[in-house]
């Protein structure tokens, strides 16, 4: 019976070993056919490049293209792209933009509009849009499980869709979409840059699932389950590995953060080619707001600004609220939240349905109102009346809305951790600018203390707070993209 089995075992490996070289020439048939078909479509691709380049006088244009997919939003890394464009098209007027985007349901007039309506930004040149139809493969909402892979790997086939339309001379990932960069420089032959407002994965993500803390993106019963947690922490480091492979292709970074410069050097790896580049803040609009508190409501309004997506953290804010209504006593004056911002989609107006049921339950629907993708003009007023501008995103890349908030004259109140902590709310010449907190208890109670001090000291942190935050302007974010982009366009 043995003999037999071990004769069995040998007839086996005799097996393998036949199929052995004939697969091996096999499998180096179908890469060598591979090579040609990806030869094949580069080839085409190029022949495309230069027919857009030409314009109808027969010299070549620079083609500069950004994928952004949801240009049409209006959060800070939509300001940052129409910027940007602003800056590229004072120095390179004759270059051609293009912008790839979903917003499908507007028209390019249409989204110009929006964009010198909620960020008062007008281009001076015109730019090209190319609409992709298929931009629900980026949704979150498509992948309930796995969905950095799912939306990474979707990214590469809404790339796709947009190369096949627009071959550039030079791409710029503006939305962090990372897996896009190998596919417009490998096989569109094209110079890639990056602008990373937050990293797809960094190590604090790392961190949350290795010591198993429950986040908006680390699931309860995850948690819970050591082998879960064990198997969540392989697919995260091995995702990880690849984010870094991607991003590594990029021949310019700019970070809008220390925070994010920190992270990205740990996973792309690419620190000759690496800038931090802060993000355009409309600094100087909101210095004709008064710094003295005159408003044209009785009582303190606390204003928030930021679009409606859970690592905002809304709920957070509406619970501190909750909270402080708590500790007021009878004759405190009127206390009024506001939350602002953009609503981008479907899963965004079902989040601002579930905060305003959560009002509900907490008994606060009174004092809080929701301005959702409101005019500049309609949220530069609001920042007049308010008393402090709050702020509860852990870990938030850099934060436009804070810095916005300060050169209002808003108090802020800031989360504890990323950009606010490292660049935004730090000491000017040694005055406080600012506060932060971190827990649902903290946030009430310096909000507490802010409302609790005189006008007299408000009326300092304001000015110090002000005066800390020209470094995040317009003029400044120009200087340092255009010094950054110069390795892409020369």
């Not at 506001?338 to 008994?363: A, F, H, S, T, Y």
């Not at 530069?380 to 009346?385: A, C, F, Q, V, W």
Request: aromatic share 12%; hydrophobic share 40%; charged share 20%.
């Amino acid at each position: 019976m043995a003999a037999s089995e071990g004769l069995c075992v040998c007839e086996l490996l005799r097996f393998f070993y036949a199929l052995f070289f004939p697969g091996l020439i096999v499998c180096g048939i179908l890469c060598v056919f591979l090579a040609f078909a990806l030869w094949g479509i580069r080839w085409l691709l190029q022949r495309k490049k230069r027919s857009m380049s030409a314009n109808k006088n027969g010299k070549n244009q620079m083609v500069i293209a950004f994928f952004h997919p949801y240009c049409n939003a209006g959060g800070g890394g939509e300001r940052v792209l129409w910027c940007a464009l602003r800056a590229l098209q004072k120095k390179y007027p004759e270059a051609v933009y293009v912008v790839y985007t979903g917003d499908i349901n507007v028209s390019g007039q249409q989204i110009l509009e929006g964009a010198f309506r909620r960020f008062n930004i007008r281009l001076i040149h015109p730019v090209q849009f190319v609409f992709l139809r298929k931009r629900r493969l980026v949704e979150d909402s498509q992948y309930p499980r796995f969905t950095l892979l799912g939306q990474s790997l979707g990214s590469i086939f809404l790339g796709w869709e947009a190369l096949l339309q627009c071959v550039p001379d030079v791409y710029i990932d503006s939305m962090g979409y990372a897996f896009t960069l190998p596919l417009f420089k490998y096989l569109g032959g094209c110079r890639v840059g990056s602008y990373v407002h937050y990293p797809t994965i960094s190590t604090d993500m790392l961190s949350v699932v290795k010591n198993r803390d429950a986040r908006f993106n680390n699931a309860g019963f995850i948690t819970r389950n050591p082998f879960l947690s064990k198997v969540k922490l392989i697919y995260y480091y091995l995702f990880a590995s690849l984010y870094g492979l991607v991003g590594s292709c990029s021949d310019v970074v700019m970070v809008n953060s220390s925070w994010t410069l920190n992270h990205i050097l740990s996973l792309w790896k690419v620190g000759n080619c690496t800038n931090v580049v802060y993000p355009p803040c409309d600094v100087q609009t909101f210095l004709d707001i008064p710094l003295h508190e005159k408003k044209t409501i009785p009582g303190h309004s606390v204003v928030s600004i930021g679009q409606f997506r859970p690592e905002k953290n809304h709920p957070l804010q509406i619970r501190a609220f909750a909270k402080l209504l708590g500790k007021k006593v009878a004759e405190s004056p009127s206390l009024k939240l506001v939350l602002i911002g953009g609503c981008r989609n479907k899963d965004d107006e079902l989040r601002v349905n579930q905060l305003r049921r959560l009002c509900e339950d907490l008994k606060v629907q009174e004092d809080v109102e929701f301005k959702i993708n409101i005019p500049f003009d309609e949220l530069k007023k609001y920042l007049s009346e308010a008393t402090i501008g709050l702020h509860t995103m852990w870990n938030e890349h850099f934060g436009i809305g804070v810095v916005e908030c300060m050169a209002a004259g808003t108090v802020i109140l800031a989360h504890n951790s990323g950009g606010p902590k490292l660049d935004i709310v730090v000491p000017h010449e040694g005055e406080m600018t600012g506060f932060l907190a971190e827990s649902e208890e903290d946030y009430a109670e310096t909000m507490a203390h802010i409302l609790s001090l005189s006008a007299e000291k408000r009326l300092q942190i304001r000015k110090s707070a002000r005066a800390s935050v020209s470094r995040f302007s317009d003029q400044e974010f120009e200087v340092s993209f255009l010094s950054s982009m110069e390795k892409l366009l020369e």
